[in-house]
């Protein structure tokens, strides 16, 4: 499965790398042009493609962000900070779902997980900082508690919370349907209509066709 490339995003490039089955998650690795600082965003398996993307965009790796701690959003995090010596940085309020993310892979796959080794974990929401930029934070519980998204701009980095045509579960440890329910709109309302939407599994869309299908669906 290769990697599909994004440079049309001003001041950033953006490629996904899709992990193999039986998650097929996006990965996101995303370039500061300028800078050459890079964040990857949910390495939920594969290191070795994704580091390959990473080494490929001649770049300076930053962190690993996560948008929540299940095992298909954080399979290759500990391999990738030993190797590239970077930290994987989380919501606070992630903190029991990544730990439990090994025993919850255990139960879908009959295998444990390594996790991070690595973790920083910040409260709120806060800017995160990508070559200078500021990456607006935005917190979304309800798939988990501390998911996130990640707004760049032109694009956003919606974890599990938000699919094209669909949204994250909610039957999983911490989920809240209420939440969930509360958090898309108010995230869909931070964002102009062209701002392109990736999401952890499944295609692209943008913000005005999202909010157009939530409003049927509310």
Known sequence: MTAQQFDSFGEFALTVVVTSPPWYENCYVVRHKDSGEIAIVDPGGD?????????????????????????????????????????????????????????????FTGQAQEGPGNVTYFSGEPNLELGGKAIRVIHTPGHTPGGICFDFGD????????????????????????????????????????????????????????RRWWRMMS
């Open 47 to 107: 290191a070795d493609r994704i580091l390959e993307v990473v080494r490929a965009m001649n770049g300076t790796p930053k962190a690993i962000w996560l948008t929540h701690g299940h095992p298909d959003h954080l399979g290759a995090a500990r391999a990738l900070e030993l190797e590239l010596g970077i930290p994987t940085v989380a919501h606070a309020d992630e903190a029991s779902v990544i730990a439990r993310s090994s025993d919850l892979n255990k139960s």
């Open 155 to 210: 694009f956003a980095l919606t974890g599990d919370t938000l699919f094209r045509h669909g949204v994250g579960r909610t039957d999983l440890p911490g989920g809240s349907e209420q939440k969930l329910w509360e958090s898309i709109p108010r995230f869909l309302g931070l964002l102009p209509d062209t701002c392109q939407l990736f999401s952890g599994h499944g295609p692209e869309w943008p913000a005005g066709e999202a």
